[in-house]
């Protein structure tokens, strides 16, 4: 009988696997960070088939006031992440010279540039946007990191932005993917303990590669197999 049971709740914690979203991003494709805890469930699945410790998060979050002498009189009032997602792109359009937002929804928020032309970082086509990831790889091991999302209360958002075309528009040459590392709060696919904070590659843009350039491309370090 004991046999059936432990077969029935194999199965059943199958089906849930299968059931649960895997911490997609809306399909941003990103190379070095994957989910977005704007867009994915809180228990979707991450690497090696493992659900986000959203639940360890939340309690982690609740002990860091609960220490204090005045823990709910401390507590610092929460923005609203579309707030902070805005201003965000706000200030990277300002910084980044005229963009124009080519669609605006949920799901897809994609957003690309009106020109080009101009620098050579401006030479290819690319989309930008924010996202809230919960997974990366870290800069300085090379492992998985989970990075701590708690919605609302806690979101580590960032601005990215990709290639959308391979060939320069103006000069011969080729789009190559650039990357700045940013520092998030993160903990170890292992034990749910808060350790601190890691760097994680972010997609930054998109900068035109001359074919005859002698000038050699840094690569980033090389994604971990999962």
């Known amino acids: 009988m004991s046999r059936y049971v432990g077969l ?14 895997k911490c997609e991003g809306s399909g941003l494709g990103l190379k070095y960070v994957w989910g977005d805890a704007l867009t994915d469930p809180a228990d979707c699945i991450g690497p090696n088939n493992v659900q986000y410790p959203s639940a360890a998060i939340s ?92 919605f609302p209360d806690l979101l580590q958002q960032v601005v990215f932005e990709v290639c959308e075309s391979k060939e320069c528009d103006v000069v011969h040459g080729e789009c190559t993917q650039t990357y700045v590392p940013y520092l ?19 997609e930054s843009g998109c900068v035109c590669k001359p074919r005859n350039s002698a000038s050699a491309t840094s690569e980033p370090p090389a994604v971990p197999s999962f």
């Not at 709060?185 to 601190?196: A, D, K, M, R, S």
Request: glycine share 8%; aromatic share 8%; proline share 6%.
């Open 59 to 150: 309690r982690s979050y609740k002990s860091l006031w609960a220490g204090g002498r005045s823990a709910r009189s401390h507590q610092p009032r929460t923005i609203d992440p579309e707030l902070t997602r805005q201003a965000l792109l706000h200030n990277y359009k300002i910084a980044h010279g005229d963009y124009s937002i080519a669609e605006s929804s949920r799901n897809g928020r994609a957003f690309s540039p009106k020109e080009t032309c101009g620098s050579p970082a401006r030479l290819c086509k690319t989309r930008y946007n924010t996202t809230a990831p919960m997974y990366g790889v870290s800069l300085t091991s090379g492992q998985p990191v989970t990075i701590v999302q708690k």
């Open 8 to 21: 029935i709740l194999v199965i059943l914690t199958c089906v849930h696997m299968h059931e649960t979203k």
């Open 184 to 202: 998030f709060l993160v903990i170890p696919l292992g034990p749910v303990t808060l350790t601190g904070q890691d760097y994680v590659l972010v």
